[in-house]
């Protein structure tokens, strides 16, 4: 790993800080699936993180994949990245300045509300382009991609004045509903 990210992981503190965050990830997606995943299931996952000065701002990352198949046998998938760290992190910044502003300024109201509210808290929408998304303790945490960007969608959606787009096409589905309006 490059740049000074991975020297400030050399120390065991931070290091130990960043595997936590990390590993919990993986426990939230865990929890979040109940079907495939019924027995809160501890997944054996390692993180490991090593700071080569040679590398400069390049960051190298290997994650190893194996799996249980059919007759117990085992399957292994491997990814090996190399990515300029700053030149990825430098348009995520810019995209968090910018919807943290939008959504500054996005106000709504209910029919049986009186006047109009704020959003109560930006940084879980904002969970898309983070690790690890803040929520309040009431609301759920979402580790899942593809629903962190269908939720911004939404709400795009919602401010253009169109309905939330579910991918269920429900009304396509069940053609009697479609015919009542329902």
Partial sequence: MGNNDGKNLSSERQFKSKELSKKSCVDDILASNKILYPH????????????????????????????????????????????????????IILDLIILTELFERIHYKTDDMDCFKRFNNVLSTLGYLCKAPLTEEDTPLVNSLFRQKQALDNIFRACAGLHA??????????????RKGL
């Fill in 40 to 91: 809160q299931a501890k997944i054996d996952h390692e993180i490991i993180i090593k700071y080569v000065p040679f590398t400069g701002d390049s960051k190298k990352a290997m994650d190893e994949y194996i799996a249980s198949i059919f007759l117990g046998g085992t399957q292994t998938l491997v990814l090996y990245n190399v990515c300029e760290d700053s030149l990825l992190a430098a348009p």
């Fill in 165 to 178: 787009d579910d991918n269920l096409l429900l009304e396509f589905r069940c053609p009697v509903s479609r």
